[in-house]
């Protein structure tokens, strides 16, 4: 009898090593958002192993520039980022969008976690953007706080010039309006609602208004993607598995966010996951190649981009297509896509 046991140990503690060495490791990165959070909870929820994937995160990077820069440095194999892909691409960087992390593959306009909020005293009126004329706005250049804020202008009839925009990073922004250097800023959660709770006399002037389609996409590099299509496929579906927890454990999701992202109080995380379930939605469709265009041509027209690219050499949607083929349960909680808009292999996106 101790013989056996000694047997089933000894077994145990060789095969132990070879599971492990099973997992194929792989580096990922992601911003200090709400929105991001996908990837930590799959990591904590075991989806990642599910899967055969041995994931380690990189530290939360303060905007997706940063993020990007660290796949270009080798810190990462994939990261998620939206709007400063397009400033990469247009640099020379091989990007390719694999799905979603953010977004809407069902309609044309999402932004619920983006808002605007202003500091007491401001001048600013709630809910009025012409109001927004004169102030000094903080925002981030080259990402979705920038052009949810370039949107808002042109929706309420003003220009660029008509204010002062302000470059800062998203956790200096809630500093930057107590010390009252700015009027208000534009940011993505959880940085709107810390700053309403945590600057005296700070408000909300607006928040979401469907102003923009969200750009948030899964990215890598076109040559690690084509060397690695399982691990790519592997990524997808686990990082899916936990956007549909996520959808229907807003709360529980809320307390993993609290150790990812610096500083985060549970109370204002539970707060943005409310408008964050509104668009963890990883599949593609037309709408999200239309949403990566629409972003080039307000930019191209209000002169921050000098050129653009066409969509569709930056969008492979293989990858994901495969996943909503092979795990449909991992998004049956979801709206179907409309018919005109869903893709398939070979879809080419036409303005």
């Given at each position: 009898?101790?013989?056996?046991?000694?047997?089933?140990?000894?077994?145990?503690?060789?095969?132990?090593?070879a599971?492990?060495?099973?997992?194929?490791?792989?580096?990922?990165?992601?911003?200090?958002?709400?929105?991001?959070?996908?990837?930590?909870?799959?990591?904590?929820?075991?989806?990642?192993?599910?899967?055969?994937?041995?994931?380690?995160?990189?530290?939360?990077?303060?905007?997706?520039?940063?993020?990007?820069?660290?796949l270009?440095?080798?810190?990462?194999?994939?990261?998620?980022?939206?709007?400063?892909?397009?400033?990469?691409?247009l640099?020379?960087?091989?990007?390719?969008?694999?799905?979603?992390?953010?977004?809407?593959?069902?309609?044309?306009?999402?932004?619920?976690?983006?808002?605007?909020?202003?500091?007491?005293?401001?001048?600013?009126?709630?809910?009025?953007?012409?109001?927004?004329?004169?102030?000094?706005?903080?925002?981030?250049?080259?990402?979705?706080?920038?052009?949810?804020?370039?949107?808002?202008?042109?929706?309420?009839?003003?220009?660029?010039?008509?204010?002062?925009?302000?470059?800062?990073?998203?956790?200096?922004?809630?500093?930057?309006?107590?010390?009252?250097?700015?009027?208000?800023?534009?940011g993505?959660?959880?940085?709107?609602i810390?700053?309403?709770?945590?600057?005296?006399?700070?408000?909300?002037?607006?928040?979401?208004?469907?102003?923009?389609?969200?750009?948030?996409?899964?990215?890598?590099?076109?040559?690690?993607?084509?060397?690695?299509?399982?691990?790519?496929?592997?990524?997808?579906?686990?990082?899916?598995?936990?956007?549909?927890?996520?959808?229907?454990?807003?709360?529980?999701?809320?307390?993993?966010?609290?150790?990812?992202?610096?500083?985060?109080?549970?109370?204002?995380?539970?707060a943005?996951?409310?408008?964050?379930?509104?668009?963890?939605?990883r599949?593609?469709?037309?709408?999200?190649?239309?949403?990566?265009?629409?972003?080039?041509?307000?930019?191209?027209?209000?002169?921050?981009?000098?050129?653009?690219?066409d969509?569709?050499?930056?969008?492979?949607?293989?990858?994901?297509?495969?996943?909503?083929?092979?795990?449909?349960?991992?998004?049956?909680?979801?709206?179907?896509?409309?018919?005109?808009?869903?893709?398939?292999?070979?879809?080419?996106?036409?303005p």
């Amino acid at each position: 009898m101790k013989r056996l046991i000694l047997f089933v140990i000894t077994m145990a503690m060789a095969c132990a090593p070879a599971q492990s060495q099973s997992l194929t490791k792989l580096n990922v990165g992601m911003v200090s958002a709400i929105d991001m959070l996908a990837i930590p909870v799959a990591l904590e929820r075991g989806y990642f192993e599910k899967r055969g994937l041995d994931v380690t995160i990189a530290r939360p990077y303060a905007t997706g520039v940063d993020a990007l820069n660290a796949l270009q440095a080798g810190e990462t194999s994939v990261i998620q980022v939206g709007v400063p892909m397009i400033g990469a691409v247009l640099r020379g960087m091989d990007l390719v969008a694999l799905g979603n992390f953010s977004g809407s593959a069902t309609k044309t306009g999402s932004d619920a976690t983006m808002a605007v909020v202003a500091r007491e005293g401001s001048g600013i009126v709630k809910d009025d953007l012409k109001s927004l004329k004169g102030k000094k706005i903080a925002t981030s250049f080259g990402t979705i706080n920038h052009l949810y804020i370039l949107a808002l202008l042109e929706k309420a009839g003003l220009k660029p010039d008509d204010v002062t925009l302000v470059n800062t990073p998203p956790p200096d922004m809630t500093v930057a309006l107590l010390a009252k250097g700015i009027d208000a800023f534009t940011g993505w959660d959880p940085w709107p609602i810390i700053a309403v709770k945590d600057v005296p006399g700070a408000y909300q002037v607006i928040r979401g208004g469907d102003a923009i389609a969200y750009l948030g996409f899964v990215v890598a590099l076109r040559p690690w993607v084509e060397k690695n299509p399982e691990t790519t496929e592997k990524f997808l579906a686990a990082t899916s598995e936990a956007d549909q927890w996520m959808r229907k454990n807003p709360k529980q999701a809320a307390q993993i966010g609290t150790r990812w992202i610096p500083g985060l109080k549970a109370e204002v995380a539970e707060a943005a996951m409310e408008f964050n379930v509104q668009q963890l939605d990883r599949r593609l469709s037309a709408n999200n190649y239309r949403a990566l265009w629409s972003a080039e041509d307000r930019l191209a027209r209000l002169g921050v981009l000098k050129s653009t690219f066409d969509v569709n050499k930056n969008i492979d949607p293989k990858p994901i297509l495969k996943v909503m083929k092979d795990h449909p349960e991992l998004f049956a909680d979801l709206p179907p896509i409309p018919a005109n808009v869903a893709i398939g292999d070979g879809f080419v996106f036409k303005p």
